[in-house]
């Protein structure tokens, strides 16, 4: 079944440590996103692609970092995890962005503990 | 700043009861609205989209929205205890931005 994929489903990291979230697609969508969802909050966008064009949020942290090297993958990088970044990653992807075709396609996440 | 609200409850409804929630947004030009469903420690999960004023029904659920009084609210008739969950709803603003979401409101139905 076509479906949004990300490995691993919990990832345990130490303070400072350098960790990579991956993500990968088989619907062929345009769009892939990477959201911060914390207990009890709404998810926060942290970044997305479309295609190969690169949107930051501007209150994303510099310690955040994506690649997108083909339509199907797209990683997350912390570059030094702070005990603040402990929280589940969340990948989706869409079609475009606008309108009704921006129904997203969330992977079953990433919980990230940082120790 | 572009907002999307809702009361983060937990609101409790019994078995059978139609649970209501609901979502106010601040960008009047919005044009695409969804609710997502997530359960404790997993991803959403699509359940309604709505772009037109009025009702919109799948199954036991209804989406309303009302563009004029900017908020869509989501219906649950007979609900069950696999309701149980977190509501989140999102809100398409102009031009091709992301969703926006709102903090969800927590449903708990008791049986």
């Known amino acids: 079944d076509a479906m949004v994929i990300q490995n691993p489903r919990y990832q345990v990291t130490q303070f400072g440590k350098p960790v990579t979230l991956s993500c990968s697609q088989t619907?062929?969508?345009?769009?892939m996103y990477w959201y911060q969802q914390k207990s009890s909050q709404a998810p926060k966008l942290l970044f997305h692609?479309?295609?190969?064009?690169?949107?930051n949020e501007a209150d994303t942290p510099d310690n955040f970092q994506s690649r997108r090297p083909n339509t199907s993958f797209c990683f997350l990088d912390i570059r030094s995890p702070g005990l603040g970044d402990a929280a589940m990653y969340l990948c989706?992807?869409?079609?475009?962005?606008?309108?009704?075709?921006?129904?997203?396609?969330f992977g079953s996440g990433t919980q990230l503990s940082v120790l | 700043q572009k907002e999307v609200e809702q009361n983060s409850g937990p609101l409790s409804v019994p078995e059978g009861a139609i649970a209501s929630l609901n979502c106010t947004y601040s960008?009047?030009?919005?044009?695409?609205f969804f609710w997502y469903r997530q359960y404790s420690g997993k991803s959403p999960e699509l359940i309604m989209s709505?772009?037109?004023?009025g009702d919109k029904e799948d199954g036991r659920f209804t989406a309303q929205l009302n563009k004029a009084s900017q908020y869509v609210s989501l219906l649950i008739r007979d609900s069950q205890p696999s309701d149980s969950a977190t509501y989140l709803c999102?809100?398409?603003?102009?031009?091709?931005?992301?969703?926006?979401f709102g903090k969800g409101t927590r449903l708990s139905v008791i049986a």
């Open positions: 989706a992807t869409s079609r475009t962005t606008g309108g009704s075709n921006e129904k997203l396609f």
């Open positions: 619907l062929n969508h345009n769009v």
């Open positions: 692609y479309y295609d190969k064009d690169f949107n």
């Open positions: 960008d009047r030009g919005s044009q695409s």
């Open positions: 709505i772009y037109s004023n």
């Open positions: 999102a809100v398409n603003e102009q031009g091709n931005t992301p969703l926006v």
